[in-house]
Protein backbone atom coordinates (compact mmCIF):
# COMPACT_ATOMS: atom_id res chain seq x y z
CA UNK A 1 0.00 0.00 0.00
CA UNK A 2 0.98 3.60 -0.90
CA UNK A 3 1.80 5.76 2.11
CA UNK A 4 0.96 9.59 1.77
CA UNK A 5 2.51 11.20 5.35
CA UNK A 6 1.62 14.19 6.43
CA UNK A 7 3.05 14.49 9.42
CA UNK A 8 6.09 16.62 9.24
CA UNK A 9 8.30 17.58 6.31
CA UNK A 10 11.06 15.93 8.10
CA UNK A 11 9.75 12.64 6.56
CA UNK A 12 11.34 13.43 3.06
CA UNK A 13 13.78 11.00 1.84
CA UNK A 14 16.83 12.14 -0.07
CA UNK A 15 17.20 12.59 -3.88
CA UNK A 16 19.05 10.70 -5.88
CA UNK A 17 21.38 13.76 -6.54
CA UNK A 18 21.71 13.61 -2.93
CA UNK A 19 22.94 10.13 -2.82
CA UNK A 20 25.14 10.89 -5.54
CA UNK A 21 26.83 13.93 -3.97
CA UNK A 22 27.34 11.98 -0.97
CA UNK A 23 29.27 9.12 -2.69
CA UNK A 24 31.90 11.44 -4.52
CA UNK A 25 31.92 14.28 -1.97
CA UNK A 26 35.40 15.20 -1.05
CA UNK A 27 36.09 15.12 2.75
CA UNK A 28 38.44 15.77 5.59
CA UNK A 29 38.39 15.81 9.09
CA UNK A 30 36.40 19.10 9.60
CA UNK A 31 37.51 19.04 13.65
CA UNK A 32 40.66 20.87 11.82
CA UNK A 33 38.38 22.34 9.37
CA UNK A 34 39.63 20.41 6.72
CA UNK A 35 36.94 18.71 4.65
CA UNK A 36 35.98 20.71 2.06
CA UNK A 37 32.85 19.91 1.29
CA UNK A 38 31.55 21.24 5.04
CA UNK A 39 33.58 24.37 4.19
CA UNK A 40 31.48 24.79 0.80
CA UNK A 41 28.05 24.72 2.75
CA UNK A 42 28.75 26.67 5.12
CA UNK A 43 30.28 29.20 2.74
CA UNK A 44 27.18 28.55 0.58
CA UNK A 45 25.07 29.19 3.48
CA UNK A 46 26.80 32.50 4.74
CA UNK A 47 26.47 33.87 1.37
CA UNK A 48 22.72 33.44 0.97
CA UNK A 49 22.07 34.85 4.26
CA UNK A 50 24.39 37.52 3.52
CA UNK A 51 26.32 36.87 6.57
CA UNK A 52 29.80 36.44 7.66
CA UNK A 53 30.35 32.89 8.63
CA UNK A 54 28.10 30.05 9.30
CA UNK A 55 28.49 26.70 11.00
CA UNK A 56 27.16 23.29 10.10
CA UNK A 57 25.85 21.00 13.11
CA UNK A 58 23.20 17.72 13.51
CA UNK A 59 20.21 19.04 14.04
CA UNK A 60 18.14 22.45 14.41
CA UNK A 61 17.93 21.74 18.50
CA UNK A 62 21.55 21.62 18.20
CA UNK A 63 21.85 24.52 16.39
CA UNK A 64 19.49 26.40 18.59
CA UNK A 65 20.86 25.42 21.83
CA UNK A 66 24.61 25.98 20.55
CA UNK A 67 23.53 29.45 19.59
CA UNK A 68 22.01 29.90 23.11
CA UNK A 69 24.90 28.94 24.93
CA UNK A 70 27.21 31.28 22.56
CA UNK A 71 25.04 34.07 23.69
CA UNK A 72 24.09 33.52 27.47
CA UNK A 73 26.02 33.61 30.95
CA UNK A 74 24.65 31.05 33.31
CA UNK A 75 21.17 32.92 35.18
CA UNK A 76 20.63 34.83 32.17
CA UNK A 77 17.06 35.10 30.91
CA UNK A 78 16.18 34.29 27.42
CA UNK A 79 12.86 35.72 25.64
CA UNK A 80 11.09 33.39 24.06
CA UNK A 81 7.55 32.50 22.41
CA UNK A 82 5.03 30.69 24.30
CA UNK A 83 4.29 28.21 21.62
CA UNK A 84 8.39 28.40 20.35
CA UNK A 85 10.10 25.53 19.32
CA UNK A 86 13.15 26.16 21.62
CA UNK A 87 10.84 26.12 24.68
CA UNK A 88 8.11 23.55 23.92
CA UNK A 89 10.03 20.58 21.59
CA UNK A 90 13.67 21.04 22.94
CA UNK A 91 13.31 18.93 26.87
CA UNK A 92 14.48 22.12 28.40
CA UNK A 93 17.71 22.21 26.87
CA UNK A 94 18.12 25.58 27.54
CA UNK A 95 17.72 25.69 31.26
CA UNK A 96 19.44 21.97 31.58
CA UNK A 97 22.50 22.81 29.10
CA UNK A 98 22.86 26.59 29.59
CA UNK A 99 21.77 27.09 33.30
CA UNK A 100 19.44 29.84 31.74
CA UNK A 101 15.95 30.43 31.76
CA UNK A 102 13.06 31.71 29.49
CA UNK A 103 10.86 34.44 29.91
CA UNK A 104 7.36 33.19 27.71
CA UNK A 105 5.55 35.66 25.57
CA UNK A 106 2.33 35.16 24.23
CA UNK A 107 2.56 34.26 20.22
CA UNK A 108 -1.16 33.11 19.26
CA UNK A 109 -0.10 34.33 15.59
CA UNK A 110 3.50 33.70 15.71
CA UNK A 111 4.09 37.13 17.28
CA UNK A 112 4.86 38.51 20.46
CA UNK A 113 2.75 42.09 20.89
CA UNK A 114 5.87 44.37 21.21
CA UNK A 115 4.87 46.43 23.75
CA UNK A 116 4.67 43.38 25.88
CA UNK A 117 8.35 41.99 24.12
CA UNK A 118 9.85 45.97 25.49
CA UNK A 119 8.22 45.14 29.46
CA UNK A 120 9.64 41.74 29.15
CA UNK A 121 12.81 43.07 29.28
CA UNK A 122 14.90 43.42 32.28
CA UNK A 123 16.16 46.80 33.77
CA UNK A 124 19.23 47.15 35.58
CA UNK A 125 18.43 45.72 39.39
CA UNK A 126 19.93 43.83 41.63
CA UNK A 127 17.59 41.15 42.08
CA UNK A 128 16.87 40.93 38.45
CA UNK A 129 18.76 38.35 35.65
CA UNK A 130 19.90 39.97 32.83
CA UNK A 131 17.97 39.57 29.30
CA UNK A 132 20.29 38.15 27.25
CA UNK A 133 18.64 37.34 24.06
CA UNK A 134 15.63 37.41 21.80
CA UNK A 135 14.68 34.43 20.26
CA UNK A 136 12.15 34.34 16.91
CA UNK A 137 10.74 31.09 15.25
CA UNK A 138 9.88 31.59 11.29
CA UNK A 139 7.73 30.45 9.99
CA UNK A 140 5.84 29.82 13.56
CA UNK A 141 4.91 25.99 13.68
CA UNK A 142 2.85 26.13 16.09
CA UNK A 143 1.02 29.25 15.15
CA UNK A 144 0.13 27.49 11.82
CA UNK A 145 3.02 27.64 9.90
CA UNK A 146 2.47 30.77 9.65
CA UNK A 147 5.35 33.59 7.58
CA UNK A 148 6.45 36.26 9.66
CA UNK A 149 7.04 39.31 7.90
CA UNK A 150 10.29 41.14 7.33
CA UNK A 151 8.83 44.22 8.59
CA UNK A 152 7.61 42.60 12.04
CA UNK A 153 11.40 41.16 12.50
CA UNK A 154 12.89 44.37 11.87
CA UNK A 155 10.22 45.55 14.54
CA UNK A 156 11.85 43.45 17.05
CA UNK A 157 15.46 44.26 16.23
CA UNK A 158 14.28 48.27 16.35
CA UNK A 159 13.59 47.41 20.21
CA UNK A 160 16.38 45.02 20.77
CA UNK A 161 18.82 47.35 19.36
CA UNK A 162 17.45 49.76 21.89
CA UNK A 163 18.34 47.66 24.86
CA UNK A 164 21.40 46.01 23.54
CA UNK A 165 20.01 42.77 23.15
CA UNK A 166 20.65 40.46 20.15
CA UNK A 167 18.27 39.16 18.18
CA UNK A 168 18.22 35.38 17.23
CA UNK A 169 15.91 33.56 14.64
CA UNK A 170 15.09 29.86 14.81
CA UNK A 171 14.38 29.61 10.97
CA UNK A 172 13.99 25.82 10.51
CA UNK A 173 11.30 26.63 7.76
CA UNK A 174 12.95 30.36 6.79
CA UNK A 175 13.07 29.47 3.45
CA UNK A 176 9.34 28.54 3.87
CA UNK A 177 8.71 32.13 4.86
CA UNK A 178 10.78 33.52 2.14
CA UNK A 179 9.70 31.56 -0.74
CA UNK A 180 6.04 32.59 0.91
CA UNK A 181 6.26 35.94 1.06
CA UNK A 182 9.01 36.49 -1.91
CA UNK A 183 11.47 37.70 0.20
CA UNK A 184 15.00 37.08 -0.48
CA UNK A 185 16.81 35.24 2.69
CA UNK A 186 19.49 38.03 2.88
CA UNK A 187 16.88 40.85 3.33
CA UNK A 188 14.61 38.44 5.47
CA UNK A 189 17.22 38.39 8.06
CA UNK A 190 18.94 41.70 7.57
CA UNK A 191 18.40 42.76 11.20
CA UNK A 192 18.67 39.05 13.42
CA UNK A 193 22.30 38.85 14.31
CA UNK A 194 22.48 35.39 13.93
CA UNK A 195 20.23 32.57 12.87
CA UNK A 196 19.61 28.73 12.17
CA UNK A 197 17.62 27.06 9.10
CA UNK A 198 17.51 23.30 8.84
CA UNK A 199 18.46 21.33 5.56
CA UNK A 200 16.42 18.04 6.95
CA UNK A 201 12.82 19.31 6.73
CA UNK A 202 11.66 20.59 3.44
CA UNK A 203 14.72 20.80 1.66
CA UNK A 204 15.19 17.05 1.99
CA UNK A 205 18.49 16.71 3.14
CA UNK A 206 19.06 13.74 5.31
CA UNK A 207 20.66 15.48 8.37
CA UNK A 208 22.05 18.63 9.42
CA UNK A 209 20.80 22.30 10.06
CA UNK A 210 23.55 25.66 9.70
CA UNK A 211 24.00 28.50 12.25
CA UNK A 212 24.51 31.77 10.19
CA UNK A 213 26.38 34.83 11.77
CA UNK A 214 29.28 37.30 12.32
CA UNK A 215 32.40 35.87 12.24
CA UNK A 216 33.25 35.59 15.73
CA UNK A 217 29.73 34.82 17.17
CA UNK A 218 30.11 31.71 15.10
CA UNK A 219 33.95 30.99 15.96
CA UNK A 220 32.06 31.07 19.80
CA UNK A 221 29.39 28.36 18.60
CA UNK A 222 32.37 26.88 17.13
CA UNK A 223 33.84 25.60 20.36
CA UNK A 224 30.41 25.27 22.00
CA UNK A 225 29.18 22.33 19.43
CA UNK A 226 32.71 20.84 20.33
CA UNK A 227 32.01 21.22 24.17
CA UNK A 228 28.08 19.17 23.13
CA UNK A 229 29.96 16.57 21.12
CA UNK A 230 28.72 18.07 18.29
CA UNK A 231 32.66 18.05 16.03
CA UNK A 232 31.96 15.90 13.19
CA UNK A 233 35.08 14.49 11.00
CA UNK A 234 34.12 13.18 7.23
CA UNK A 235 31.16 15.46 7.76
CA UNK A 236 31.13 16.03 3.98
CA UNK A 237 29.29 12.77 3.20
CA UNK A 238 26.16 14.71 4.65
CA UNK A 239 26.83 18.27 3.85
CA UNK A 240 26.63 17.42 0.15
CA UNK A 241 23.16 16.77 0.72
CA UNK A 242 22.93 20.17 2.51
CA UNK A 243 24.28 21.52 -1.26
CA UNK A 244 22.36 20.48 -3.12
CA UNK A 245 19.16 20.76 -0.81
CA UNK A 246 20.05 25.17 -0.87
CA UNK A 247 20.88 24.87 -4.26
CA UNK A 248 18.26 22.35 -6.00
CA UNK A 249 15.56 22.00 -2.94
CA UNK A 250 14.20 25.93 -2.57
CA UNK A 251 12.15 26.70 -5.15
CA UNK A 252 10.19 24.21 -5.25
CA UNK A 253 8.50 24.86 -2.49
CA UNK A 254 5.99 26.94 -3.50
CA UNK A 255 4.58 23.31 -4.63
CA UNK A 256 4.18 22.37 -1.24
CA UNK A 257 2.38 26.02 -0.71
CA UNK A 258 0.04 25.12 -2.90
CA UNK A 259 -0.35 21.50 -1.89
CA UNK A 260 -1.24 23.24 1.61
CA UNK A 261 -3.78 25.60 0.55
CA UNK A 262 -5.63 22.85 -1.61
CA UNK A 263 -5.53 20.86 1.28
CA UNK A 264 -6.75 23.42 3.17
CA UNK A 265 -9.86 24.39 0.79
CA UNK A 266 -11.02 20.67 0.82
CA UNK A 267 -10.99 20.53 4.22
CA UNK A 268 -13.25 23.27 4.62
CA UNK A 269 -15.93 21.66 3.54
CA UNK A 270 -15.46 18.76 6.13
CA UNK A 271 -18.68 19.03 7.81
CA UNK A 272 -17.08 18.62 11.52
CA UNK A 273 -13.60 20.55 11.51
CA UNK A 274 -12.48 23.75 11.57
CA UNK A 275 -9.59 24.46 9.71
CA UNK A 276 -7.43 27.22 11.56
CA UNK A 277 -6.85 30.06 9.45
CA UNK A 278 -3.49 31.81 8.94
CA UNK A 279 -2.23 34.71 7.79
CA UNK A 280 0.45 33.77 5.41
CA UNK A 281 -0.08 30.17 4.74
CA UNK A 282 3.30 27.63 4.05
CA UNK A 283 3.72 24.00 3.75
CA UNK A 284 1.31 23.47 7.03
CA UNK A 285 -2.70 23.18 7.77
CA UNK A 286 -3.72 22.88 10.88
CA UNK A 287 -7.45 21.55 12.03
CA UNK A 288 -9.83 21.66 14.98
CA UNK A 289 -12.07 18.22 15.45
CA UNK A 290 -15.44 19.94 16.82
CA UNK A 291 -17.16 18.10 19.97
CA UNK A 292 -19.27 15.55 18.08
CA UNK A 293 -16.41 14.64 15.50
CA UNK A 294 -14.21 11.48 15.93
CA UNK A 295 -11.01 12.44 18.00
CA UNK A 296 -7.59 13.17 16.75
CA UNK A 297 -5.90 9.66 18.12
CA UNK A 298 -8.86 7.81 16.73
CA UNK A 299 -9.06 9.91 13.30
CA UNK A 300 -5.55 8.79 12.80
CA UNK A 301 -5.77 5.11 13.70
CA UNK A 302 -8.79 5.33 10.99
CA UNK A 303 -6.85 7.26 8.43
CA UNK A 304 -3.35 5.14 8.80
CA UNK A 305 -5.67 1.95 7.73
CA UNK A 306 -6.19 3.71 4.32
CA UNK A 307 -2.03 4.34 4.29
CA UNK A 308 -2.18 8.10 5.18
CA UNK A 309 -0.85 9.28 8.01
CA UNK A 310 -1.23 12.35 9.98
CA UNK A 311 0.30 14.96 12.96
CA UNK A 312 -2.05 14.36 16.15
CA UNK A 313 -0.80 17.67 18.00
CA UNK A 314 -3.50 16.95 20.99
CA UNK A 315 -6.77 15.46 21.60
CA UNK A 316 -9.04 17.53 19.04
CA UNK A 317 -6.36 19.63 17.03
CA UNK A 318 -4.32 17.80 13.81
CA UNK A 319 -0.87 18.98 11.57
CA UNK A 320 -0.52 18.21 8.52
CA UNK A 321 2.56 19.08 6.37
CA UNK A 322 3.05 19.27 3.07
CA UNK A 323 6.42 18.34 1.21
CA UNK A 324 8.26 17.10 -1.45
CA UNK A 325 6.91 13.30 -1.04
CA UNK A 326 3.42 14.02 -1.54
CA UNK A 327 2.12 15.00 -4.77
CA UNK A 328 -1.13 17.21 -5.42
CA UNK A 329 -2.79 13.93 -6.05
CA UNK A 330 -1.98 13.14 -2.60
CA UNK A 331 -3.43 15.52 -1.04
CA UNK A 332 -6.58 15.20 -2.53
CA UNK A 333 -6.78 11.24 -1.56
CA UNK A 334 -6.32 12.45 1.85
CA UNK A 335 -8.59 15.35 2.13
CA UNK A 336 -11.22 13.14 0.68
CA UNK A 337 -10.26 10.05 3.04
CA UNK A 338 -10.87 12.89 6.20
CA UNK A 339 -13.61 13.51 4.84
CA UNK A 340 -15.37 10.32 4.67
CA UNK A 341 -14.18 9.47 7.85
CA UNK A 342 -14.96 12.32 9.77
CA UNK A 343 -18.47 12.75 8.14
CA UNK A 344 -19.36 9.05 8.65
CA UNK A 345 -18.45 9.04 12.37
CA UNK A 346 -19.96 13.08 12.76
CA UNK A 347 -22.45 13.26 16.02
CA UNK A 348 -23.16 16.55 16.13
CA UNK A 349 -25.70 19.29 15.10
C1 LIG B 1 12.27 21.00 13.58
C2 LIG B 1 12.45 22.27 14.28
C3 LIG B 1 13.55 22.48 15.11
C4 LIG B 1 14.51 21.38 15.50
O1 LIG B 1 15.10 20.66 14.49
P1 LIG B 1 15.58 19.15 14.73
O2 LIG B 1 16.50 18.93 13.60
O3 LIG B 1 14.34 18.33 14.70
O4 LIG B 1 16.27 19.10 16.05
C5 LIG B 1 13.69 23.72 15.68
N1 LIG B 1 12.81 24.70 15.45
C6 LIG B 1 11.74 24.54 14.66
C7 LIG B 1 10.81 25.68 14.43
C8 LIG B 1 11.51 23.31 14.07
O5 LIG B 1 10.43 23.14 13.30
Request: proline share 3%; glycine share 6%; hydrophobic share 45%.
Amino acid sequence: MKIIDLRSDTVTLPTDEMREAMMKAKVGDDVYREDPTVNELEELAASIFNKEAALFVVSGTMANQVSIMTYTQRGDEVIVGKNSHIYNYEVGAMAALSGVQAFPLNDENGMFSLDELESAIRSENIHFPKTALITLENTHNRAGGVALSKEYIDEVANIADKYGIPVYLDGARIFNACIALAVSPAKMVERVDALMFCLSKGLSAPIGSVIVGKRDFIERARKMRKRLGGGMRQAGVIAACGIVALNKMVDRLKEDHENAELLAKELSEVKGIIVEPVAVRTNMVYFMLLPGAIDAPELAKRLLERGIKIGVVSKRRVRLVTHKDVLKEDVIEAAKAIKEVVESTWRGE
